[in-house]
């Protein structure tokens, strides 16, 4: 079995790397730079705003309202990352809710600067059908992998990701220097808050993790890459 990636690079990377300097220099000029702090809610679900963000330093977490009315994190952004780009494209209410995850700062392109720039520079639009067809075949992976894991074994992936990703070495195992609660953890990995709490006590008595509030420390990645991988050693 493929081992279920929660959080993987989705393609070809961020649009600002696939931009080049007369394109970012058009993207700058046509922006205004926005800061937002963290926790501020940056775009709600069923909003009919349609401006876009470029991500310049900051995380921000992509949530939505499960069936069960909570809000499920679908994905965590990154500086270099764009959001907002489905509505000002379709014209259509946002389909998530952008949380800072921490201090943010973006620049913000209203729907007509930001479709001035596609029509002008027609790098920008190539790299943006590439984000958004990566997102797309992310997203399709995702949900045939996961049908074929185990909750544990998608958690235990996810908290893999995450410390490849945000990991940080302090002196007994690798922190993950990212704010995430058991919720945010429940939505990226597609399952209950139940199973992340019995997979996570787990973990812990087993020795991999030890955890805090918001805090999360790998202790041993190997065993953690383990249980990932699950069924397919």
Same mark, same amino acid.
């Given at each position: 079995?493929?081992?279920?990636?929660?959080?993987?690079?989705?393609?070809? &990377? #961020?649009?600002?790397? %696939?931009? &080049?300097? /007369?394109?970012?220099?058009?993207?700058?000029?046509?922006?205004?730079?926005?800061?937002?702090?963290?926790?501020?809610?940056?775009?709600?679900? +069923? =909003?009919?705003?349609?401006?876009?963000?470029?991500?310049?330093?900051?995380?921000?977490?992509?949530?939505?309202?499960?069936?069960?009315?909570? =809000?499920?994190?679908?994905?965590?952004?990154?500086?270099?990352?764009?959001?907002?780009?489905?509505?000002?494209?379709?014209?259509?209410?946002?389909?998530? /809710?952008?949380?800072?995850?921490?201090?943010?700062?973006?620049?913000?392109?209203?729907?007509?600067?930001?479709? +001035?720039?596609?029509?002008?520079?027609?790098?920008?639009?190539?790299?943006?059908?590439?984000?958004?067809?990566?997102?797309?075949?992310?997203?399709?992976?995702?949900?045939?992998?996961?049908?074929?894991?185990?909750?544990?074994?998608?958690?235990?992936? %996810?908290?893999?990701?995450?410390?490849?990703?945000?990991?940080?070495?302090?002196? =007994? &195992?690798?922190?993950?220097?990212? #704010?995430?609660?058991?919720?945010?953890?429940?939505?990226?990995?597609?399952?209950?808050?139940?199973?992340?709490?019995?997979?996570?006590?787990? %973990?812990?008595?087993?020795?991999?993790?030890? /955890?805090? #509030?918001?805090? %999360?420390?790998? #202790?041993?990645?190997?065993?953690?890459?383990?249980?990932?991988?699950?069924?397919?050693?």
């Amino acid at each position: 079995m493929t081992r279920p990636d929660a959080l993987p690079a989705e393609g070809p &990377g #961020r649009l600002w790397e %696939l931009l &080049g300097e /007369t394109e970012r220099q058009a993207v700058r000029a046509a922006a205004e730079v926005r800061r937002f702090a963290a926790g501020a809610v940056i775009i709600r679900e +069923g =909003d009919r705003s349609n401006w876009v963000l470029i991500l310049m330093a900051g995380r921000v977490k992509i949530t939505a309202v499960s069936a069960g009315g909570y =809000d499920a994190v679908l994905a965590v952004r990154d500086p270099g990352d764009i959001v907002g780009e489905m509505a000002a494209m379709d014209g259509r209410d946002r389909s998530a /809710t952008v949380v800072a995850v921490e201090p943010v700062t973006a620049l913000w392109l209203s729907s007509g600067a930001f479709a +001035g720039v596609l029509q002008e520079y027609p790098a920008v639009s190539a790299a943006l059908l590439r984000i958004v067809a990566a997102r797309l075949r992310h997203a399709n992976a995702r949900r045939t992998e996961f049908g074929d894991s185990t909750a544990a074994e998608r958690i235990a992936a %996810l908290l893999l990701d995450l410390a490849e990703r945000y990991g940080v070495a302090v002196p =007994d &195992g690798t922190l993950i220097a990212l #704010r995430i609660s058991q919720r945010d953890l429940a939505g990226l990995a597609s399952a209950s808050r139940e199973a992340v709490g019995r997979t996570l006590r787990t %973990l812990r008595a087993e020795g991999v993790l030890s /955890t805090g #509030r918001q805090r %999360l420390i790998v #202790r041993s990645l190997p065993e953690l890459q383990r249980l990932a991988v699950g069924k397919a050693t």
